[in-house]
Every structure is written in structure tokens, then in C-alpha cells.
């Protein structure tokens, strides 16, 4: 969801992990020449939607492993949540609303906000949580991280480093007995 960190946390797991680091909306951005209000605005949330699915479908096509920071909404393409679960290691950076809330601005890129940002963030939740559910890999509750003291972001990506590589180690243990097994 926005607000949740994903940019912010991100480009420091990128770090982490000696990864390149891509936010999705950002690219989209500066691929289209369009800002998430003009897509919006001129073509619509739909075709903002596919055109944020076939980048993330680019996106994760490249070769080497990379962490993006992918828009909210992308699970809403049902595409979109069939590339990620096949091609990626999702992590749901999970929150309450009135967290969320409280970390959101009126920004221009945010044009579900505008009304009503605490029933829009209650609204998308109500709408997003169980495909995030479905296609998340790795689930962290970042609000315990802010309440815990400096640098919860720092923190949170260095906990979900952690998670990345046990759950990249695991899956070399797995393929090594399977090949054994050969």
C-alpha cells in the first residue's frame, strides 16, 4: 500500500543485497512521459494499470535479480499477479490505515487521495489486502519498526535482507537435493 515505505525501504534492501534498485512508478514515469495524475487524468486508472503490469512484466524479464518497488495497485491486473508470483520474490510491507494515513501527503502523484485520503486508504485496503495476501511471499508488519526506536526504515530493510537471503537459501538447499536426487 502507499505509504508503507516500499521506495524508501527498497533502495536501502538494494543496498543491502548489492542490487540494483527500480521504483516502478518512477520508471513508468520517466519511460511514458506521463505522471501517475496525467495517466489518471488523460487515459484513465485502467490503462495506467496495464501499462504498469507490462512494466513490471519488463521489469522482472531483465536478467539479474533487482529490487523494485512496485506500485500499490499493481495487483489489482490479474496479469500483473501471475508475473509476480512466477517471477519474484514478493514482500508485502503490511500496515494498518490510520498508519498509512498518517504517513501519507497530499502529493500530485497520489490521485486516489484526493477526496477523502483515510476512506480512500480504508477503501483500497478493503480491496487489495487479500490479493496481497495471495501473492506475497514474505510478509512484514512495518509499524512495530516505528514504534521501536532511530531508523525503522534502516531497519526494516535490514530485516527483510535477512528474510531474502534465508528464504534464497532455502531455495538453493531445495534445488541442490533435487539435483542430487538426479
Known amino acids: 500500500m502507499m505509504g508503507s515505505g ?42 495506467f494499470r496495464q501499462a504498469e503490469a507490462d512494466l513490471v512484466d519488463d521489469l522482472l524479464s531483465s536478467p539479474g535479480p533487482a529490487v523494485i518497488a512496485a506500485g500499490g495497485g499493481v495487483v489489482v491486473t490479474p496479469g500483473a499477479r501471475a508475473v509476480l508470483v512466477e517471477q519474484a520474490r514478493v ?13 501519507l501527503r497530499a502529493k500530485d502523484h497520489r490521485p486516489l487521495l484526493d477526496d477523502d485520503p483515510e476512506a480512500a486508504v480504508v477503501r483500497l485496503m478493503a480491496e487489495r489486502t487479500a490479493l496481497y495476501d495471495q501473492i506475497a511471499d514474505l510478509t512484514v508488519d512495518v509499524e512495530p519498526f516505528h514504534a521501536g526506536g532511530e531508523k525503522p526504515k534502516r531497519a526494516l530493510a535490514l530485516r527483510i535482507a535477512e528474510m531474502v537471503r534465508e528464504a534464497e537459501a532455502l531455495d538453493a538447499a531445495v534445488a541442490g537435493a533435487a539435483e542430487a536426487q538426479r
Do not use: N
Request: hydrophobic residues 45%; without cysteine.
Open 6 to 47: 516500499k521506495s524508501t525501504v527498497g533502495r536501502r534492501l538494494a543496498t543491502q543485497l548489492g542490487r540494483p534498485f527500480v521504483d516502478a512508478d518512477d520508471e513508468l514515469v520517466r519511460l511514458s512521459g506521463l505522471t501517475v495524475r496525467e495517466w489518471f487524468a488523460d487515459r484513465g486508472e485502467a490503462a
Open 91 to 103: 514482500v508485502w510491507l503490511r500496515a494498518g490505515a490510520p498508519f498509512l494515513v498518517s504517513r
